[in-house]
């Protein structure tokens, strides 16, 4: 079974941080030039690479290189994140596109119910047909009655 946070991506990654980390484990501690500690006229302390003057003394600076094992980790755990936030990113795309067809679709919705309503209000009288597709007009009563659900619909739909 494979993890899905870990894509081919993720994976190279990892591999090239691993392999870097394991070169310089080969090649042993950092070595360091020589560093030359003075004071300067102001009475700070100076390091350099170069003596400024003749009082400069000669420093040993040692560095250690990089615990494979925990650049190994840490590498791991970078790549896990990355993973962890590309999965979070398509999460949230997705769930903003989802938002996105939702209010499109309400927004639809709300201007068929209006158009609906306005439809009914302006026209003089109301018919239906019947199955011979003739006309069959609505009293104003049933005329009114049909306007009102269209504006309750429209109220629904639009939210106002």
């Not at 795309?93 to 499109?104: L, N, S, V």
């Amino acid at each position: 079974m494979q993890n899905p946070r870990m894509t081919p991506k993720v994976v190279r990654f990892g591999a090239v941080f691993t392999a870097l980390a394991l070169i310089q484990w080969q090649a042993g501690p950092v070595r360091a030039n020589e560093v030359y500690k003075s004071v300067d006229a102001k009475g700070h302390v100076v390091y350099s690479d170069r003596p400024d003057t003749s009082s400069a003394q000669k420093s040993e600076v040692k560095a250690e290189g990089p615990n494979p094992t925990e650049a190994a980790r840490i590498a791991k755990e970078q790549a896990i994140l990355k993973a962890e936030e590309i999965q979070r990113n398509k999460q949230k795309a997705i769930e903003d596109a989802k938002k996105a067809q939702a209010e499109h679709t309400a927004q639809v919705q709300c201007d068929s119910a209006r158009n609906r309503f306005y439809t009914l209000k302006d026209a003089r009288r109301l018919y239906d047909r019947d199955a011979d597709g003739n006309r069959v007009y609505l009293s104003d009563q049933d005329g009114d009655a049909r306007r009102e659900e269209a504006r309750q619909a429209m109220t629904a739909a639009c939210g106002n």
